[in-house]
């Protein structure tokens, strides 16, 4: 692969099996791109992956193990090294094959790139009761090493934050000491090879490799370029084997193998067993192939029990005074303008009130624990690879599980989010979450008329319909620079001042902003009503609600109040219908009801989402979430209206 621009190129490289591929995927996640090595049939994965301001060209090598190919995919892989010269090699090694993984690490550093060891599977060597001393590997090798376990993303920052740090200083191994005579002969040697040889890496390195690959196409090629060097290198050769009465490669490699184990030995402690600590355990399970969903579904349905158990009724506490207060005014003030203006007031607030109160505090202090507790960032790395499905990464997870809530703080948490791109698309996304106000509306009109299932079937509708859109949305949005690389921190107990501040944070964008547009816009609709524009504006909109829908035209004002709450629809429809909540069907047929709880849910965000993601995003993705829900739900409330037809 030819070098066409001047990112970094970082090749993953290591013994079959220790875990490249799974530590690239956690890395490069969906951006990854699979190629031919130029001129054969052997695949390699690439990509370009963003991390801290710094664009990382990473590419996964075929396992290879060692630097002397063996076969026809070492050989391609091992060309790739020596002939792109990466900037950089990360070593990635099994740790609970130590011994065996460092006689390559030793390989590579003979070589002399600037290096940094990837630890893998410190899970697997803990459990065999290997406890490597990692500063210590360090010195002994003079490369950083990163302890990480790839399958469960632990590492990978720190790893990418060392490749950083070396890149920057250009820093290279120090050449491995051999023994006293082994030592002699490549120094030996080193000195024949003419300047314009054609070295891979360093003379040292092909000197040594001259030496160890006897029978290998380099000699060959040897011969033929340099029969002289040949020569020597014969010469020195039979020199080494006659003193060690051992082929030459042999030597080099026992000593090599000798000195791994010594580096093994003196950085590790094999005991037994020993009693794994609470956080490993609860690790075990939390991020289980298996169990770890399992999991993932309780705290997301654990979410529900909040937001219906408590959120659902602190909401009724809060809107009955405000319901009785309005009841007073009425009597009080009469029909006049002030009595309207005083109600849309108090609708303002009182809605502000209604999301802050039950949703908002609760749910984003649920949020900050799993966060603070360490959970959010596995149940991310969990839902990565589904969540690369529809273009993001999985750390968009905790905005839509906060969405199911409600929609503004959701939108505010995607602040969490790497970039600009992630945020866009998952906050365009979050207004198709059903929130608990949508949630209620399908509870009492589907759930209720048509019964349960009908609202499951609903719901399944929705997710499939998220998962389309965000394909659709990451196709339009698509941009160089991915860039999640999950710090996955280690599991502990929350801190209450943590969750507080992170809570108070998050709600002074909404109170600072969006409440105040709710209360303005609650009263310019209490003025339209007193006017009486509302018959204007289903005269206007009947051509929507009327012709296409197929909806009674006095439902266009409901949609408008909508805007304000979503709840407020199903208020405003039995208002605007003439009926009791236990009447509904006398009114509207069930196929005008699907279709209203259908355009009601996905047809534009309620006025607060609106106003934070203006305020959090911008204006004109604002505008954008405003103009592509309003279109998901014409057009499928006008599928959903040909489909009863038929
Ligand atoms: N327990 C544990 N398993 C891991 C870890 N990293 C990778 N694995 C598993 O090890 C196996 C091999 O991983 P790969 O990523 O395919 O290894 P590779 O180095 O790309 O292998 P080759 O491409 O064949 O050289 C997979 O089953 C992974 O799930 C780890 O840190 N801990
Ligand atoms: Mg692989």
Redo the contacts with the bound molecule.
């Keep these: 692969m030819a070098k066409k621009n001047n990112f970094p190129d970082i090749v993953?490289i290591?013994?079959?099996?220790?875990?490249?591929?799974?530590?690239?995927?956690a890395i490069a996640g969906y951006k990854a791109e699979t190629s031919n090595f130029a001129g054969t049939t052997v695949e390699h994965a690439h990509s370009k992956v963003s991390f801290k301001g710094n664009l990382l060209n990473i590419i996964?090598l075929?396992?290879?193990y060692s630097l002397n190919p063996s076969d026809e995919v070492e050989k391609v892989a091992l060309r790739h090294l020596f002939v792109e010269k990466p900037d950089l090699v990360v070593n990635?090694i099994d740790a609970s094959i130590l011994g065996r993984s460092l006689e390559m690490t030793l390989e590579l550093i003979e070589l002399g790139y600037p290096l940094v060891v990837a630890l893998?599977?410190?899970?697997?060597a803990e459990k065999k009761g290997i406890e490597v001393d990692i500063e210590k590997l360090e010195s002994l090798l003079g490369v950083p090493v990163i302890p990480?376990?790839?399958?469960?993303g632990?590492g990978i920052k720190e790893l990418l934050d060392a490749v950083l740090t070396v890149l920057h200083e250009n820093k290279r191994p120090k050449p491995i000491n051999w023994s006293k005579d082994v030592e002699d002969n490549i120094v030996e040697l080193e000195k024949l090879i003419p300047a314009d040889f054609p070295i891979v890496a360093n003379k040292r390195f092909t000197a040594v490799k001259m030496i160890e690959t006897e029978r290998l196409v380099f000699n060959k090629m040897l011969m033929e370029i340099n029969p002289s060097l040949k020569k020597s290198l014969d010469e020195v050769r039979g020199e080494l084997e006659a003193r060690h009465n051992t082929p030459a490669y042999e030597v080099i490699a026992a000593e090599r193998h000798h000195l791994a184990f010594k580096i093994f030995e003196e950085s590790c402690q094999v005991t037994r067993r020993k009693k794994i600590g609470w956080q490993k355990r609860a690790d075990d399970i939390i991020m289980h192939p298996l169990l770890g969903y399992v999991i993932l579904l309780g705290v997301f349905l654990a979410f529900f029990v909040v937001i219906f158990k408590v959120g659902n009724p602190l909401e009724e506490l809060l809107l009955g005074p405000l319901n009785g207060l309005k009841e007073y005014l009425a009597v009080h003030l009469g029909n006049g303008l002030l009595f309207h203006l005083s109600e849309g007031l108090i609708q303002g607030i009182g809605g502000g009130a209604a999301i802050v109160l039950p949703y908002f505090v609760p749910l984003l202090f649920m949020m900050s624990l799993l966060e603070d507790i360490g959970y959010l960032a596995r149940a991310s790395f969990l839902m990565d690879t589904f969540m690369h499905r529809i273009g993001l990464h999985g750390n968009s997870v905790s905005p839509f599980i906060l969405g199911f809530g409600c929609n503004v703080p959701a939108v505010i948490s995607t602040r969490i989010l790497g970039s600009r791109r992630d945020r866009i698309i998952t906050t365009l996304l979050i207004p198709f979450v059903p929130c608990s106000a949508r949630t209620t509306i399908i509870l009492a009109l589907i759930a209720f008329y048509l019964g349960p299932f009908w609202a499951l079937g609903f719901y399944v509708f929705n997710i499939f319909l998220l998962g389309v859109l965000g394909r659709i949305l990451s196709f339009f949005f698509k941009e160089p620079s991915p860039g999640l690389i999950l710090e996955i921190p280690s599991l502990k107990l929350p801190s209450l001042k943590n969750m507080a501040r992170k809570t108070f944070i998050h709600l002074k964008a909404f109170i600072k902003f969006a409440w105040p547009i709710l209360i303005a816009g609650s009263v310019v609709l209490a003025i339209m009503q007193y006017f009486q524009l509302d018959k204007y504006v289903n005269i206007a909109l009947s051509p929507l609600v009327e012709k296409a829908l197929g909806l009674p035209q006095e439902l266009g004002v409901t949609l408008v109040f909508g805007f304000l709450r979503k709840e407020l629809s199903l208020v405003m429809m039995l208002q605007a219908l003439g009926v009791d909540y236990h009447y509904l069907m006398n009114a509207i047929t069930y196929q005008q009801m699907v279709i209203f709880v259908v355009f009601i849910s996905f047809f534009i965000p309620c006025l607060s989402t609106v106003a934070i993601i203006w305020k959090e995003i911008g204006r004109k993705i604002a505008l954008l979430s405003v103009a592509l829900n309003t279109a998901v739900a014409v057009v499928i409330s006008l599928v959903i209206r040909l489909i009863l037809k038929l």
Aim: glycine share 10%.
């Design positions: 993953f290591g013994q079959p099996n220790s875990g490249k591929s799974t530590l690239f995927n996964d075929p396992g290879t990635v893998n599977m410190v899970d697997l990480t376990i790839a399958t469960r632990r």
